[in-house]
Structures are given as C-alpha cells and as structure tokens.
Nanobody, 115 residues
Framework: EVQLVESGGGLVQPGGSLRLSCAAS????????MTWVRQAPGKGLEWVAR???????NYADSVKGRFTISRDNTHNTMYLHMSTLNPEDTAVYYC?????????WGQGPPVTVSS
C-alpha cells in the first residue's frame, strides 16, 4: 500500500522558516520523482517544486530562492525547507508522487504565515 505521511506544518511568523517532511512507503521511492503542491485558501492547486530520483530540482517562480526541496533515499523521505515565508505562502501543502498506476497524495498539513 502506497503511503505518504507528512509532518512539520504549523503557524510561523512572516520572515520565518519551516520544514515539511514526507515519509513514503509502498513503492520504490528512490526510483521516482516527487513533488510538492500547495493550495491556498479559496484557490486552486499550485505546483511548488519537484525533485527527480537523482536529486535534480525545479521550483515555481513564486518560491524560487526561498524554498529548497530535497530527499533522503536511504530513509524514503522528501523534505521542503521553506524560508523567508510571507502570508501568501499560507496554504495546505501536499507531497505527491505520480506512479504508473496512479497518483498519490499526502494528507496535507496546513502552513499558516501570520503575525
């Protein structure tokens, strides 16, 4: 059974930092690309970042230079380190993996950036 278990969301002040984790199981984690997607209140899904199986990365312009996606293939975990957060980053953040038989999503911890 494919599982993506996220942790690390919460409340942070503007300018602060937060790290999200996505622990994966049930598939060959080290062989697939993974992504982070977010959904702000009242808005649609927004792709945030992607990391290939070998560690190559891509970012949305809105987070480039502030967010860092990484992965630990030994521990089947993906991370999103977010810095210089602003209120526009407030959203539910989902980790996502597209597999041959379907796409899977984490539970989406909320991140709230507010003073």
């Amino acid at each position: 059974e494919v599982q993506l278990v996220e942790s690390g969301g919460g409340l942070v002040q503007p300018g602060g930092s937060l790290r999200l984790s996505c622990a994966a199981s049930g598939f060959a984690f080290g062989s697939v690309a993974m992504t982070w997607v977010r959904q702000a209140p009242g808005k649609g899904l927004e792709w945030v970042a992607r990391i290939t199986s070998r560690g190559g990365t891509n970012y949305a312009d809105s987070v480039k230079g502030r967010f860092t996606i990484s992965r630990d293939n030994t521990h089947n975990t993906m991370y999103l380190h977010m810095s210089t957060l602003n209120p526009e980053d407030t959203a539910v953040y989902y980790c996502n993996v597209p597999l041959a038989w379907g796409a899977y999503w984490g539970q989406g911890p909320p991140v709230t950036v507010s003073s």
